[in-house]
C-alpha cells in the first residue's frame, strides 16, 4: 500500500523540549498545514535529539511530546493526512544513525553553520556532548529514514539538509547506485521571525516568544512590550520600520499586505504611532491564536486521544523506516545472516 502513494514525501520533526510557539508557526508550520493534502507527510517528535543537549533533564523531554503533538494538532495537523510518530520508538532511525556516522567527518561536523552557533549560544564550551556533535548524521537518518524529499523548516536548518544530503551522494556512490533520494529544505521566504524583544531567536527560554496557546493577556502583554523604534518617540517623528518587530509580524502574519505596506510608508514620514500598529497586531495575533488555544484546550482534557495518534502514527513510520534501513543495510553489501 505506502509504497504506492504517489505523492512526494516531507518530514519536519520538532525537539520535544516545550511547546512551540508563532516563530514555529510562521517558520514550518504554516507550510505542513498547507501540503499535507499534496504530500506525504511525516511529522517526527524528536525526543532522542532533544536529549543531545539535554541529557540532565530527561524528564522535560518526555514531558513535551504530547505537548508537541498537541501543538500539531491544535494547529489543524490532521492525523487522518499527516502522520504524528515518535522518534525514540523508531529503532531503524538509530541504525541509520551508527551506519551514516562513518560516512561524514568529525571536522564536517564541527564545520558545519548551525552546529556552530548551537555550541556558542549553549555555552558548551569544549565540553561538547558527543552525540549534539553527532546530531546532523541523525538528523539525515530522519529523513532518508522517510526517504522524504522535501523538508519544511526554519532557515537555521539549511545546513543539515545540505549535510544530509552529503551524507546521501556518499552512500549512494559506496552503494553503487542512488539508494536514498536527496531532500530539498522548503524555507519560508518571510525568513526567521524575531523575538518579541528584537533579538534574532524566539525561544521560551529566552522569554521572548509568544506560545501558540498564548492566553489572550499573555498576547496583549506582548504586544505591548515589543520592541519598536527606540527612536521613534512622538507620533509625529520618523520611524524605522526595519528592525521593527511590529512591522516584522505584520509583515508575516497580516494577510492585507497593500495595507502593511500602506502604513509602513505612514510611520516611516511621520504621524503613525506606536499604539496604532500594535492595535492592529494584537487584533491579528488574538484572532490566530484563538482558535488554535480552543482546539488544544480541548485536546488537554482528551491525553487518551492524543496518544492514540502517535501509537498509530509510530507503527506507521515504523513500518516505512524500517523498510528503509534493511535497503541501505542491502545495498551497502553488508553481511545477512
Ligand atoms: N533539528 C530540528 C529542530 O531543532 C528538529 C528535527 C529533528 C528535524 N529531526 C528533523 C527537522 C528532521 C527536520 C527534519 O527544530
Same mark, same amino acid.
Given at each position: ?31 505542513? +498545514? $498547507? ?38 494538532? $491544535?494547529?489543524?495537523?490532521? @492525523?487522518?493526512?499527516?502522520?504524528? %510518530? ?5 529503532? &531503524?532511525? /538509530? ?11 568529525? /571536522? ?9 552557533? =548551537? ?14 556533535? %553527532?546530531? @546532523? ?10 526517504? &522524504? ?5 526554519? #532557515? ?5 539538509? #545540505?549535510?544530509?544530503? =552529503? ?10 547506485? !542512488? ?6 529544505? +522548503?524555507?519560508? #521566504? ?23 496557546? &498564548? ?24 520611524? %524605522? ?10 509583515? &508575516? ?7 502593511? =505596506? ?9 504621524? *503613525? ?13 488574538? /484572532? ?10 480541548? *485536546? ?7 496518544? !492514540? ?5 509510530? =507503527? ?22
Amino acid at each position: 500500500m505506502t509504497t504506492l502513494d504517489p505523492r512526494p514525501v516531507i518530514l519536519t520533526g520538532d525537539r520535544t523540549t516545550g511547546p512551540l510557539h508563532i516563530g514555529h508557526y510562521a517558520g514550518s508550520l504554516r507550510n505542513r +498545514l $498547507a501540503l499535507q493534502d499534496s504530500h506525504r507527510q511525516f511529522l517526527l517528535l524528536a525526543d532522542t535529539q532533544a536529549l543531545t543537549d539535554n541529557a540532565h533533564d530527561p524528564a522535560k523531554v518526555r514531558r513535551n511530546v504530547l505537548e508537541v503533538a498537541m501543538d500539531y494538532l $491544535a494547529v489543524g495537523i490532521d @492525523p487522518a493526512k499527516s502522520t504524528i %510518530c515518535l522518534q525514540s520508538h523508531l529503532p &531503524a532511525l /538509530a541504525e541509520l544513525s551508527m551506519l551514516y556516522l562513518n560516512f561524514v567527518t568529525v /571536522a564536517r561536523l564541527e564545520r558545519n553553520p548551525t552546529i556552530k552557533d =548551537e555550541i556558542r549560544q549553549r555555552g558548551f564550551g569544549r565540553d561538547i556532548p558527543a552525540g549534539f556533535l %553527532c546530531y @546532523p548524521a541523525a538528523q539525515a537518518a530522519d529523513i532518508t529514514g522517510f526517504r &522524504a524529499t522535501v523538508v519544511p523548516v526554519g #532557515e537555521d536548518q539549511a545546513p543539515l539538509i #545540505e549535510q544530509t544530503n =552529503e551524507i546521501v551522494r556518499r552512500i549512494n556512490a559506496v552503494a553503487g547506485q !542512488s539508494i536514498l533520494p536527496e531532500a530539498q529544505a +522548503l524555507i519560508p #521566504e518571510a525568513g526567521r521571525l524575531p523575538g518579541i524583544d528584537g533579538r534574532a531567536k524566539m525561544s521560551k527560554s529566552g522569554g521572548n516568544a509568544i506560545a501558540l496557546n &498564548a492566553s489572550p493577556d499573555e498576547i496583549a502583554a506582548a504586544v505591548r512590550a515589543m520592541f519598536t523604534d527606540p527612536g521613534h518617540l512622538r507620533v509625529s517623528d520618523p520611524g %524605522c520600520v526595519e528592525g521593527n518587530v511590529v512591522f516584522t509580524y505584520l509583515d &508575516a502574519f497580516d494577510p492585507d499586505r497593500a495595507e502593511v =505596506e500602506a502604513l509602513k510608508a505612514r510611520y516611516r514620514v511621520g504621524g *503613525l504611532g506606536d499604539t496604532v500598529i500594535k492595535r492592529r497586531l494584537e487584533g491579528i495575533l488574538q /484572532a490566530m491564536i484563538a482558535p488554535i488555544r480552543a482546539r488544544r484546550a480541548a *485536546l488537554a482534557k482528551d491525553l487518551g486521544y492524543v496518544l !492514540s495518534v502517535v501509537r498509530e502514527g509510530t =507503527e506507521r513510520a515504523r513500518e516505512r523506516t524500517e523498510e528503509t534501513k534493511a535497503q541501505v543495510i542491502e545495498a551497502l553489501g553488508l553481511f545477512r545472516l
